[in-house]
């Protein structure tokens, strides 16, 4: 694995392989990889003949009162996880390289990036729409892939590729979880021990959501409201997003016809946990995290 850590650098890189004809695959994560990260990778690999993967921790998505500084670093630890993993081109540039001057250009995309996560994060998307679009620019994959726990994210990336007619394939991975069902993420190494075992209501909370829908209840309305309950039995559990919406496009819905999206976003202290489901019987053929 070549270790990459300028745009230059990494277009030189890249430019003979492309010539070539060979396959690019591209997973852009912020580090502290856990294994979510290594199926996206693992993806990768399989579907194409380069795999790259990049991590930075874009200031551009974090607000005022957020943990940039905190958001945890081991670019040593995840170096050499990803050559484990058998990827060709880590590349981990400094905030001096991908953004030399402050950004005049944003992409953002109002509406889809202003509900749910977007509504408690204000600007947090359009932070994420414009790094991921300038580093497709820098890598020009064919493939870039995405994990399924970041439901929303993954569906504007899908809608900016769609709108900017952007040469690449977005491929959403499934959830991984941890031994007790609390998805992967980078976020869990915040929580303390009280925390950490209080965060598996979260999980517990899409299992529930799909066991009212078999019960029968529809009404969206009904099925918040009882999911809220249901994540207050967890005293250090704080809701902030307890939402059901079409899984296509993530409008809302007054009634669960079919299937439905169920998106969570939980606070335990000062860590915010996110997590997805699709309920209903065609669940499988959708975007669910298993």
Known sequence: MEVVTTIAALRQKLAPRRRAGQTIGFVPTMGYLHQGHLSLVGRAKSENDVTVVSIFVNPLQFGKNEDLEKYPRDLARDSAMLEQAGVDYLFA????????????????????GSELEGEARPGHFAGV??????????????????????????????????????????????????????????????LSPAERAAAVIVPKTLAEAERLLL???????TLEAKLVEFLQTEPLAEPEVVAIRDPRTLERIETVKETALVLLYVRFGKTKLLDNRIIGQAAATGMEAA
């Open 93 to 112: 540039p400094g905030v001096e390289d991908m953004y030399p001057e402050p950004m005049q250009t944003a992409v953002d995309l109002p509406k889809l």
């Open 129 to 190: 729409a414009t790094v991921v679009t300038k580093l497709f620019n820098i890598v020009q994959p064919d493939a870039a892939y995405f994990g399924e726990k970041d439901y929303q994210q993954v569906t504007i990336i899908q809608k900016m590729v769609e709108d900017l007619a952007q040469p690449v394939r977005v491929v959403p991975v499934p959830t991984v979880r941890e031994f007790d069902g609390l998805a992967c993420s980078s976020r869990n190494v915040y």
């Open 215 to 221: 019960t029968g209840i529809r009404d969206v309305a």
